[in-house]
């Protein structure tokens, strides 16, 4: 008999004894019966069964609820029983996060913006610009601030922590040109790092003194298939605080699966105009 068994056969004892426990309890206060004979004796005899048969089949359904419960319970430890709990509720369900409305920068004189492009082209830019930034702001580090996307350029977002505003520019540009990447020259407080995405494609990563050399700026640039790829962030030059990023976290910005996703979809379905290549002397 294994300890399923023995369970059930105690609680079915448990139940029988509860059940003429109170069947006696009930019936003993009924008045006793006059010594009569006959049919007086026979109706008092039927009586007293039906008080029994009505309390011992209410007292039944109570121990078979409770023992029905005790095996359903979750915790009750039945080996072997079917457990019943409430269902929990589906969780509510969760919409995509809607992407922050575009900054507003005015181009300067001679220069054009997106709200001058075709509407097709706009939405495609805007749709690509709103992939970006979820990206760029996972990647990125914090000190980068929150992102979001400009209405000036597919190339151009901003971010903003403490009042301080870091112009990103993110580029996925067709080049004819098959001229190798730049080289990495430490010159004039220059430094650069050299790394590699998962395929060898060589990365190049630098910090570089800007406006009066008191700030930096950084950047990456590697060549990918048909497009040369670039992603730098601006110092704030109010508080001249430098970009707050390393060419290490770039190179590992740069090796992320997310960001190589950006890239292919923009070397397929570029996003920019193909760079000019203009003849040398000119």
């Known amino acids: 008999m294994n300890r399923m068994e023995s369970n059930e056969d105690l609680d079915h004892a448990q139940g029988v ?23 007086a004796r026979a109706q008092g005899l039927r009586r007293r069964a039906r008080v029994r048969a009505a309390i011992g089949g209410g007292v039944l359904t109570v121990v078979a609820i409770a023992v029905a419960g005790t095996v359903a319970l979750p915790g009750s430890g039945g080996g072997g029983a079917t457990r019943v709990g409430v269902a929990a509720s589906p969780p509510a369900g969760q919409t995509e996060p ?19 492009l075709p509407p097709a082209e706009r939405t495609k830019q805007e749709q690509f610009q709103n992939r970006a930034v979820p990206v760029l702001q996972g990647l990125l580090p914090p000190a980068v601030g929150t992102l979001q996307r400009t209405d000036l350029s597919v190339r151009m977002y901003q971010g903003t922590k403490e009042g301080k505003t870091f112009t990103v520019v993110f580029s996925v540009r067709p080049t004819g040109s098959d001229t190798d990447p730049r080289t990495c020259l430490e010159v ?31 950047r990456i640039f590697f ?30 910005l740069a090796k992320a699966p997310a960001f190589l996703d950006l890239i292919k979809a923009a ?16």
């Open 267 to 282: 070397d397929a379905a570029p996003v920019e105009e193909a760079q000019k290549i203009l003849p040398a002397g000119e």
């Open 188 to 218: 004039k407080g220059r430094t650069c790092k050299k790394g590699a995405l998962p395929d060898g494609t060589e990365v190049i990563a630098s910090t570089s003194p800007v406006n009066d050399g008191d700030v930096t700026e950084s």
């Open 17 to 39: 004894l509860l059940v003429r426990d109170a069947m006696d309890r009930t019936t003993a206060d009924l008045p006793a019966l006059p010594d009569l004979s006959g049919p």
């Open 98 to 116: 809607q992407p922050l409305p575009p900054v507003h920068l005015e181009p300067t004189p001679g220069q054009s913006s997106m709200a001058d």
């Open 223 to 252: 060549r990918y298939n048909k497009s040369n790829v670039s992603l730098s962030v601006s110092p704030h030059d109010a508080s001249h605080t430098s970009a707050p990023v390393t060419n290490d976290q770039l190179l590992t």
